[in-house]
T-cell receptor, first 113, second 110 residues
């Protein structure tokens, strides 16, 4: 079945360490997104990419980096510069330039050791 | 993008219709209304979207007022599995940024 796969489901980071969250989609969508969700809060946009080899900062990009080398993949790196990385991270994709919805993965929960 | 206002929480009896309101008084003419829901520790699930006409699908109905300043999501026969946080979002056509607020926690009770 088509969909979005995020891995791992749970991730632990030590202080000063970079970690990379994986997001893969087989929906043939051009646009992909990363969101952060804190407990009891809505989603906040970190980065988005409308096409391969291009991406834009969202509202809370500081301390994060992304790459978009392939259409189906949009990994997110949480760097040591992100001082409060504990959160639920969600990846989404959509068809570029249309009014259709974003489709979400099931998320990665990141915690600090 | 226009902001949305939703009640923090609502209760609904199982089998009854759940009517979830959303205020988007600053919505622009080219902004669509979307509804998603999120069950704890899962990714948001798309429900329905519309521009100005009422919409219905297998999950729900969306009623948008004539002035488009508010809308209501209707789950016709709520079940316990409909307990979730429901997000109302407005989005400009052809612009892929969605802004999620805090949503409404719907509690469906037996």
């Amino acid at each position: 079945d088509g969909g979005i796969t995020q891995s791992p489901k749970y991730l632990f980071r030590k202080e000063g360490q970079n970690v990379t969250l994986s997001c893969e989609q087989n929906l043939n969508h051009d646009a992909m997104y990363w969101y952060r969700q804190d407990p009891g809060q809505g989603l906040r946009l970190i980065y988005y990419s409308q096409i391969v080899n291009d991406f834009q900062k969202g509202d809370i990009a500081e301390g994060y980096s992304v790459s978009r080398e392939k259409k189906e993949s949009f990994p997110l790196t949480v760097t040591s510069a992100q001082k409060n990385p504990t959160a639920f991270y969600l990846c989404a994709s959509s068809i570029e330039g249309e009014v259709g919805p974003q489709h979400f993965g099931d998320g990665t929960r990141l915690s600090i050791l | 993008d226009a902001k949305t206002t939703q009640p923090t929480s609502m209760d609904c009896a199982e089998g009854r219709a759940a009517n979830l309101p959303c205020n988007h008084s600053t919505i622009s003419g080219n902004e669509y209304v979307y509804w998603y829901r999120q069950i704890h520790s899962q990714g948001p699930q798309y429900i329905i979207h519309g521009l100005k006409n009422n919409e219905t699908n297998e999950m729900a109905s969306l009623i948008i007022t004539e002035d488009r300043k508010s809308s209501t999501l209707i789950l016709p026969h709520a079940t316990l599995r409909d307990t979730a946080v429901y997000y109302c979002i407005v989005r400009v056509y052809n612009f892929n940024k969605f802004y999620f607020g805090s949503g409404t926690k719907l509690n469906v009770k037996p």
